[in-house]
């Protein structure tokens, strides 16, 4: 396993981009904290965004990792309260678009935009959240014919399962770690939207990911928490193929469906990382240079402290089907 690529603070949840020939890594900031551990995710206490990027992924070590400092912090967004969690940035017209997650001043996540005139930032926050936003974990995708969407959701502390009668209607009651469960019941879906011309508001409705048992062709089950959404959502698309990737929660895998439309619905296909140190596993795939490249953390920079985690990357490669492997083919 490589080492950690930034190591002079803690870093999570990463999200890479190329832009103008260089990957830009747009991670989380953990920082430490008294907060007790809980399924809440309270220890997740992170207060802004650093902006890293670096012309070469050949390593360790990776010394040309630059740290373009902080472009957004919680005082800076006016709706925020706590919790700049997992982010996710594109590009259009010469702009760049920050998206982030953050409890609202009545701890509901809400999804923010922030805009910028290059790729480190800084970043201006928009002085309200996208309108019909919730919970966590926005990634966004620009497809081929210049359509952008924004996926998003995450479980227990992301708030996710609290829209089980509808994506307007939160409930309170479901907060915590509380899925659906038992015999017959399917697994929540990950969501996504179109997002408008300017990149800043949805156009059109939220809509369920669907995410499809291969052997049944039926959504997957709420019990089979080694294939289902828990957070994490990642879009790529390679040979006209959209790879939806995805974090399994409690059993710490990352996984991948496909599909040939990039709003679904998609069939699982297979794990891209097993466990590694820590609680929460979190994704971005990139290709830079004609490779592929999986980012990803774990907490070896803190000896497994679950909240204060580090970014790493691993090339990873396609076989001539197409699934996706950690083991360059023959």
């Not at 630059?66 to 010469?94: F, I, M, N, Y």
């Not at 774990?298 to 699934?323: A, M, P, Q, T």
Request: glycine share 10%; charged share 25%; with cysteine.
């Amino acid at each position: 396993m490589s080492p950690p690529l930034i190591k002079h603070l803690y870093t999570a949840d990463p999200s890479a981009h190329v832009f103008n020939g260089r990957v830009y890594i747009y991670p989380s900031h953990d920082r430490e904290t008294d907060i007790a551990f809980n399924d809440n995710g309270d220890q997740y206490d992170m207060a802004d965004y650093h902006v890293f990027s670096t012309s070469s992924l050949d390593g360790p070590p990776y010394e040309d990792v630059v740290d373009h400092g902080v472009v957004l912090r919680t005082e800076d967004v006016p709706w925020v309260s706590k919790q700049l969690w997992a982010p996710d940035a594109a590009e259009k017209d010469g702009k760049y678009y920050l998206y982030f997650p953050a409890r609202d001043k009545e701890g509901i996540f809400r999804i923010g935009v922030a805009v910028g005139d290059r790729p480190e930032g800084p970043f201006a926050a928009d002085p309200e959240p996208i309108a019909g936003s919730f919970s966590i974990d926005p990634a966004s995708f620009v497809d081929d014919d210049g359509q952008a969407y924004l996926y998003f959701g995450g479980l227990w502390g992301g708030q996710l399962q609290c829209y089980q009668d509808g994506h307007d209607k939160f409930d309170a009651k479901w907060q915590g770690p509380q899925e659906p469960a038992g015999a017959g019941k399917k697994a929540l879906f990950p969501k996504a939207a179109r997002l408008g011309a300017d990149m800043r508001s949805f156009a059109g409705a939220v809509q369920d990911v669907v995410i499809l048992a291969p052997e049944t062709g039926e959504p997957i089950d709420a019990d089979d928490h080694d294939r289902r959404f828990f957070e994490a959502a990642w879009m790529h698309k390679k040979d006209g193929m959209y790879y939806f990737s995805y974090s399994t929660g409690d059993t710490h895998y990352l996984v991948y469906a496909t599909s040939d439309s990039p709003l679904g619905p998609f069939t699982y296909a297979g794990r891209i990382l097993e466990p590694v140190l820590g609680w929460t596993t979190h994704h971005s795939i990139v290709e830079f240079k004609g490779r592929w490249w999986l980012f990803h953390h774990d907490c070896e920079l803190s000896d497994g402290v679950s909240h204060l985690r580090n970014v790493k990357v691993k090339e990873i490669f396609y076989n001539k089907e197409g699934k996706i492997t950690t083991e360059k083919p023959e």
